[in-house]
């Protein structure tokens, strides 16, 4: 899977979201926040090709978390950007 080119992360009033492209520009009404973990695991992976294993390395590596943890954390971070049209697969 990958994150589709044309979504990007913008930092507006101290928040990252990532902002939907609109017919006429940035469509502000269709926005979704990331924190601090979903922040890393977007410039860990934007532009490239990954896995959910990845995921789950990028996660252990950086947080003291089993691979249990990690994975389920993993899912549910893809499931959301999938659901938001947001990774190609």
């Known amino acids: 899977m990958k994150i589709a080119k044309q979504y990007k992360v ?3 009033a101290g928040e990252h979201i ?3 492209p609109g017919r006429y520009g940035a469509d502000m009404t269709r926005v979704v926040a990331l924190n601090a973990t979903s922040l890393y695991l977007w410039e860990e992976l934007v532009g490239r090709e990954f896995t959910t294993d ?3 390395a990028l996660l252990t590596d950086r947080y003291e978390i089993d691979s249990e943890t990690a994975r389920r954390d993993a899912e549910k971070w893809i499931e959301q950007l999938s659901a938001c049209g ?3 697969q």
């Open 10 to 12: 913008r930092e507006m």
């Open 86 to 88: 947001i990774l190609e």
């Open 54 to 56: 990845e995921v789950v």
């Open 18 to 20: 990532i902002v939907m």
